[in-house]
């Protein structure tokens, strides 16, 4: 696709039921990124993302998506202190994460372990550019290949990381003219995040696309208002629930069905249950005043 000049949608993606949508959008690649830690698990830097839920993560956004390229963001500290470690933790993004390909904060002085690793048989994402990952060494998230030496440096990074073995490359916040001379000096498939319109692929972290977070970076247009819309949902439920109105007409209850229930809530993904839930999701009625809540069993 990227060699026949038509550009290609990425978008970040981090639980199984959005990757079912995003997958039915269109949208050709999901990047199980580590700004998982800010917009799921709610820290305030990228450098808090757990391996082991980046891992999960990945593994139910390919589960939701089966067809889509699924990219996995190697979490801080995942590949910096240890070769073997890292090999072995890219290693386990594409087993247990189920990831087609993982991304890594690097440049050239990462080539070595990016040798090994794509020797190993690991499809490797280098992020030039910014990278939010060095934030603490630069004062904060910042825009990169500012000064001509920036610059010079960036498309150094990008053609040492390409003769390492990466396949693809994610160039962040860098001025357009440098993404131009990226693209130029590389042979492979060049997404942007905040890299002007000329590249292969383009990003953008999908909180921002949906209108879900406050302060989005310039660079990222809104198309969606979702976060207003959830809080106009969340808003109604409490109302009806307020009001004794939560169940829809002619559908009964769980102790009195009017029609069967027939899945889990995945209906995109590779493990699917055509089993009624057990102990249903509901306010048993006369339990109490308040009525007594029993969770949902999901099937693992
Ligand atoms: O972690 C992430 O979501 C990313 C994108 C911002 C490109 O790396």
């Known amino acids: 696709m990227a060699r026949d000049g038509r550009p290609f949608a990425c978008l970040t993606c981090y639980d199984a039921t959005t990757a079912r949508f995003l997958a039915r959008a269109g949208v050709h690649i999901l990047l199980v990124g580590d700004t998982a830690a800010e917009v799921i698990l709610g820290y305030s830097r990228t450098i808090d993302m757990p391996l082991e839920v980046a891992i999960a993560l990945t593994a139910a956004v390919k589960r939701g998506a089966p067809d889509r390229m699924v990219m996995a963001d190697m979490p801080f500290m995942s590949y910096q202190a240890d070769e073997g470690d890292a090999i072995r933790n890219a290693g386990r993004f594409l087993t247990e994460g189920l990831a087609d390909i993982v991304k890594i904060e690097a440049d050239a002085s990462h080539a070595p372990l990016l040798e090994r690793m794509a020797r190993a048989g690991v499809p490797i994402c280098g992020h030039v550019g910014s990278r939010p990952q060095l934030a603490g060494l630069s004062g904060g998230y910042t825009g990169a290949g500012r000064t001509p030496r920036e610059a010079e440096q960036i498309v150094a990074d990008a053609v040492a990381l390409e003769r390492a073995g990466c396949v693809m490359l994610l160039m962040e916040a860098v001025p357009e003219d440098v993404a131009r001379r990226v693209i ?88 699917k249950t055509t089993e009624p839930h057990s102990g249903g999701g509901s306010v048993e009625p006369g339990a109490s005043e308040a009525g007594r809540v029993t969770p949902i069993q999901r099937k693992q």
């Open 184 to 271: 130029e000096a590389t042979t492979v498939p060049v997404i942007g995040i905040g890299a002007g319109d000329g590249c292969h692929g383009q990003v953008l972290v999908l909180q921002d696309l949906l209108g879900m977070t406050d302060s989005p970076p310039r660079f990222a247009e809104a198309v969606a208002d979702l976060g207003r819309q959830i809080e106009a949902a969340g808003a109604e439920w409490v109302r009806r629930v307020s009001e004794r109105r939560v169940t829809p007409k002619g559908t009964g209850t769980p102790g009195n069905p009017a029609g069967p229930r027939s899945s889990i809530r995945g209906a995109g993904g590779g493990e």
